[in-house]
């Protein structure tokens, strides 16, 4: 549909779209093209690559120097370390040589060993005892090392012992053997904590960037120096502390995980924007080939909008909310004889309407505009410029834009001029059809007409002659009263047989009126009592007590029940007399629009072949070799006049159901 702000706008034979090549399609853009748009993409990439390459290049050699930076530190401590356990032990050294050359005595040793613990402070306490085991001194004097903590027992040889628990510190007992004349006479045994070890010689720089331990063979953290707490880094370097410890790793972990990538922020940066103008670039050629697309795609539809829009043979009109026509297309101007730069922009009343229906118009538009926001559909009748007068069915929807908001109303338009004149044609057939049935049915009928006549007369005739007799008699006047009412009745009765087969038979149009389609079943079903006898056919009937009103043509209903009973007695000629029965009930029944009166005719014939049922309705079409095929086809063009449907189907266990749904006048509907 076209822009309402640009409706049906005049079009030269050169404006037509022209076809736009997709991006990518090197025949029509030519190879520089190409390379033009794929270089500055190929150039971006190559500078986000050699960035990549450099950061990863610098990160690389800061791993480097962090990891020979850290081995560095490793030795660094592990020669601190060292350097003091050894001086240690040299002073325990220079004691045992002391006390056998110079027979020190236990003052003089007992202050040798005190200057020996207050110049090392990582030795908690040191001990010294005789050949049997006895301690001879000990300082400080009131620890006893030796009945505390758990551990292998003290190698009696020189050296350390394997570190062993002291409640909550790891100990090593340094253990340094006295001899006199090649002769051991004792011992001394000095007990090293090892977290004051690591507290006292590992300075802070270190401790700063790594988590100092030491750990025994089992990988079991003996002890620690850190000034943070563990980070969790992944640099780390291990050495072997045996000796002097047997069995001891010193491991010192950074606390980063070897590398500084801030220091490359600058780097990074470059490299981040380098990917993003990559991504810019792609995205931009991207733009670029769906922006082509896009326009091709545009010309195409719009060529294709132009065609469809020239083609169309439904009018359509588009107004806005102040019922100006803001757009039309060549159909409807076609259709009226007024071009589209005369209908544009025009307010009601509009030169198509019929002048005595323009109060209508407005109205039914003002109507429109008080809805809701729903379609409708009605019909009208429109002028042409020459002054013809035609029929339109016009269709109204609301106009709603992209952004929800409606703008108008858009309606299509079809001229049902030639529709409207064949469904009077139609109309007209049906009715000579009708009648020319009621006329047929009549010639089948007359035994029926002349016994509910023969019945009345006879009554006539036998009351006449009782009239006579008693007034010849002379008694009394009072049964001369009776018998005269009884045949005042048997002549109306003669009269409505009359007035209903005038009635039947006269053509007229349908005049409808409520009536009770219960009350209508009972009397037809009586009609064709005598037929039903002469063909030994039980005829039953199913009738509601509650009425069941319906709007409908009292003479043309009898038509169709009269003939589908027939049909359904005729059915059951080749059945068993036994077996001959007719069913007529009528029920109620819930339907889409409302409640349905349903009246349904079965026999227990043969059935209907299924070569038969695609053309039972088709007129001039009988099974019958006498028959004219009007039947069935007037029935359903009468059903259909009073909004109802005539189906038939298979009856369980053998014969047809034929079903006239007729819709239940809702005024005169029970509630």
Not at 149 to 164: C, I, K, Q, T, Y
């Amino acid at each position: 549909m076209t822009d309402a702000s640009d409706p049906a706008p005049a079009r030269d034979a050169d404006d037509r779209p022209q076809s736009i090549p997709l991006v990518g399609d090197p025949a029509p853009r030519g190879r520089a093209a190409f390379v033009i748009e794929i270089a500055p993409l190929v150039v971006a990439g190559l500078i986000v690559a050699l960035l990549a390459a450099l950061v990863w290049l610098a990160d690389r050699r800061e791993r480097e120097e962090a990891g020979e930076a850290l081995i560095r530190d490793t030795l660094w401590v592990e020669q601190a370390l060292r350097f003091q356990v050894e001086a240690g032990q040299e002073a325990l050294d220079r004691l045992a040589l002391d006390m056998t050359s110079a027979r020190l005595s236990e003052e003089i040793v007992a202050a040798r060993l005190r200057t020996i613990v207050g110049s090392h402070p990582e030795v908690g306490a040191v001990e010294w005892r005789d050949d049997l085991g006895v301690i001879r001194v000990a300082v400080p004097p009131d620890v006893d090392v030796e009945r505390s903590g758990d551990g292998p027992p003290r190698p009696l040889a020189r050296g350390f012992s394997e570190p062993r628990r002291i409640g909550a510190a790891a100990v090593a007992d340094l253990t340094v053997p006295i001899f006199d004349h090649d002769v051991r006479v004792g011992r001394l045994t000095a007990h090293v904590h090892l977290d004051r070890l690591l507290a006292l010689y590992v300075p802070w720089w270190i401790s700063q960037n790594n988590h100092v331990t030491l750990v025994d063979k089992d990988g079991v953290e003996l002890a620690h120096k850190s000034a943070l707490a563990p980070l969790g880094g992944t640099a780390r370097h291990t050495l072997s502390f045996d000796p002097p410890l047997p069995g001891v790793d010193l491991v010192l972990t950074a606390h980063s995980g070897g590398s500084t990538f801030l220091r490359n922020l600058l780097g990074a940066g470059v490299l981040v924007l380098g990917v993003v103008a990559v991504f810019a670039l792609f995205g931009l050629t991207l733009h670029w080939r769906r922006r082509l697309a896009a326009e091709r795609d545009l010309g195409e539809a719009r060529a294709l909008r132009r065609a469809m829009e020239e083609s169309l043979t439904v009018g359509m009109r588009a107004r806005d909310l102040e019922e100006r026509i803001i757009y039309v297309n060549p159909a409807f101007c076609r259709m009226v004889g007024w071009e589209a730069d005369e209908l544009v922009g025009h307010l009601p009343p509009q030169p198509y309407w019929l002048p005595e229906l323009v109060e209508e118009t407005l109205a039914r538009h003002q109507a429109l505009g008080e809805r809701r926001l729903e379609p409708l559909s009605f019909e009208t009748r429109f002028r042409r410029r020459d002054g013809e007068i035609f029929d339109v069915r016009v269709y109204e929807a609301p106009l709603v834009d992209a952004t929800g908001r409606h703008r108008g109303w858009m309606g299509s338009l079809v001229d049902v001029t030639e529709v409207k004149r064949a469904e009077e044609r139609e109309r007209l057939h049906a009715e000579t059809l009708t009648r020319t049935g009621r006329l047929i049915s009549l010639g089948e009928m007359a035994s029926t007409i002349s016994h509910e006549l023969n019945q009345p007369l006879a009554a006539i005739a036998s009351y006449a002659s009782g009239c006579l007799h008693l007034l010849k008699s002379g008694r009394p006047n009072a049964d001369l009263v009776g018998a005269l009412e009884k045949l005042e009745a048997q002549a109306r009765r003669a009269g409505r047989v009359i007035r209903r087969v005038h009635d039947f038979v006269r053509k007229r149009e349908p005049e409808f009126a409520r009536l009770d389609l219960a009350e209508l079943v009972g009397a037809i079903a009586a009609f064709v009592a005598l037929d039903a006898r002469k063909a030994k056919v039980e005829l039953a009937t199913d009738l509601p007590v509650a009425p069941l009103p319906v709007l409908a043509d009292r003479t043309l209903i009898e038509q169709v029940l009269v003939n589908l009973t027939r049909n359904g007695m005729e059915a059951m000629a080749a059945t068993a007399p036994s077996a001959r029965r007719l069913d007529v009930a009528v029920a109620r029944r819930a339907g889409v629009d409302g409640d349905l009166a349903v009246i349904t005719v079965a026999d227990h014939g043969p059935g209907i072949a299924p070569d038969v049922a695609e053309k039972l309705f088709t007129p001039f079409f009988s099974t019958k070799p006498e028959g004219m095929g009007m039947g069935l086809a007037i029935c359903r063009s009468i059903v259909e006049l009073h909004r109802g449907r005539l189906e038939f189907a298979a009856r369980e266990g053998g014969g047809t159901v034929f079903s006239v749904i007729l819709p239940i006048d809702p005024e005169a509907a029970p509630s």
